[in-house]
């Protein structure tokens, strides 16, 4: 019997443990850290023995093969003595797709996967295809997989999951564009990020199909360097494509082969350019899996997005409180200020990623009314944008953020919560951001606001 040890017993490791169980392994979980009471009553339900806290090292490296959480970086410890000692280690990803049959729709990028990868799904699954979510968004693929498998999965893909693939093989696969995000995971390299993209793409053959990004110079540098075998679609907003999407006179028009379909911009639920490239996306890759043309205007007018993503919270006296926390990288957040006409209050700070905040400058003099700087170090922000804003204040308190927010906004105004940082400063994640920021916005009182 093969001995598999599992790194990290999140929701991927508890998957893989799982699937890897009921597939006749002997599993071993390992957390550094302190594993949930229900995932232990789980494991226990299961009969999975675990640890946490620490790794044992004469049971890890006895094992013929390690699932390790993305969150683990390549360079810990115990992955590099694996490593070292010829032991192979690979995600969770990986590990699923062994027992899968059905298709792959993978999407990967810097901007945009979580929202292409719901909106590719929601426009599968409103066609009747027989189709699953999974990877870096909703549930465990392994754990899913227990429960049965689809003709198709949508799987969104991060970099770090895909460092872990070794056979891994998507039919068609979107990389919506690449940013400079995550460099402290790749020795602050911006080639070493761009490489683990392209990796997506290594084991696809000539008959699978690639979705890129025809306006990103770094997806052209990726093609320059790597050798593509699938077959090309491109979209962009500003020029046609024989095959794939554009936008033009107020029509998104999507290509694929011999299928033409045009859908009014106005009909689309989600709006901003950045929205429209991932409805190109979604709409390419949902053509490519069959879904029929007259079936996709009705989809993509029901989809609604997930929250912390240009979510509206509340408008309050003709002021609209928008929650985008998922903006954790300066590019998310110009989309973010982009996407609107109106003066905005800008809520933004955290954890700064090696941020070139110049990119934003010229948005930022022509949008921003005020900005709030919400983090426990503001100086870079400050310091980016004192030229540029004419008030700039802060605070570690999201509950002032949003009570400054509603003081100094009028009619007409937006709030705006785009962080262009990530959120562990203060936060134990974007999306517990997103919820405090949601509960402060749902306290404020109308008639406080002058």
Request: charged content about 25%.
């Amino acid at each position: 019997m093969k001995q598999i040890t599992i790194l990290g017993a999140g929701e991927s490791g508890l998957g893989a443990a799982m699937l890897a169980k009921r597939n006749g392994f002997a599993v071993w979980v390992s957390d550094s850290g302190k594993i949930s009471e229900a995932r232990k009553e789980q494991l226990e339900l299961e009969e999975i023995p675990y640890e946490e806290g620490l790794h044992s090292e004469a049971i890890i490296l006895n094992s013929d093969l390690i699932i390790k959480s993305p969150g683990i970086p390549e360079k810990a410890y115990i992955v590099q003595k694996a490593l070292n000692e010829g032991i192979a280690v690979i995600d969770e990803l990986e590990f699923a797709n062994r027992f899968s049959a059905g298709k792959v729709i993978a999407i990967t990028g810097t901007n945009g996967k979580t929202t292409t990868t719901l909106l590719t799904y929601h426009l599968l699954k409103s066609a009747g295809l027989d189709v699953g979510l999974a990877g870096n968004v909703g549930k465990s693929w392994a754990a899913q997989l227990l429960d049965g498998d689809h003709d198709w999965w949508v799987i969104e893909c991060s970099s770090y999951q895909i460092d872990g693939f070794i056979c891994f093989r998507p039919a068609i696969a979107i990389l919506t564009n690449v940013t400079p995000d995550h460099l402290d995971r790749y020795d602050y390299k911006l080639e070493n990020y761009l490489q683990s993209k392209f990796r997506l793409f290594k084991n696809m053959g000539q008959r699978d199909k690639v979705i890129l990004n025809a306006l990103d110079p770094l997806t052209a540098e990726g093609l320059n360097k790597n050798k593509v075998k699938p077959e090309l679609f491109w979209f962009s907003t500003n020029s046609t494509q024989e095959n794939g999407g554009f936008v033009h006179d107020g029509q998104l028009v999507l290509k694929v082969n011999e299928t033409s379909i045009s859908i009014a911009l106005d009909k689309l639920s989600l709006k901003g350019e950045h929205n429209y490239m991932n409805a190109m996306c979604a709409g390419t890759a949902a053509l490519l899996a069959g879904v029929p043309a007259e079936k996709l205007e009705e989809a993509f007018g029901t989809f609604r997005n997930a929250s912390h993503r240009m979510e509206l919270i509340r408008e309050i006296n003709g002021v609209s409180f928008v929650n985008d926390s998922k903006g954790t990288n300066v590019e998310a957040t110009a989309y973010a200020l982009d996407a609107y006409d109106s003066p905005l209050i800008w809520i933004a700070g955290g954890v700064d990623k090696g941020n070139d905040y110049s990119k934003v400058v010229r948005l930022v003099e022509e949008k921003v009314k005020c900005l709030i700087c919400l983090g426990k170090d503001n100086e870079k922000l400050k310091k980016a944008f004192s030229g540029a804003v004419s008030e700039i204040r802060e605070t570690q308190s999201i509950k002032e953020a949003v009570s400054w927010g509603q003081l100094l906004a009028v009619p007409g105004d937006v709030v705006l919560l785009s962080p262009a940082c990530a959120s562990f400063d203060l936060f134990k994640n974007y999306e517990d951001r997103g919820e405090q920021f949601r509960s402060a916005v749902n306290e404020l009182k109308p008639e406080t606001i002058a």
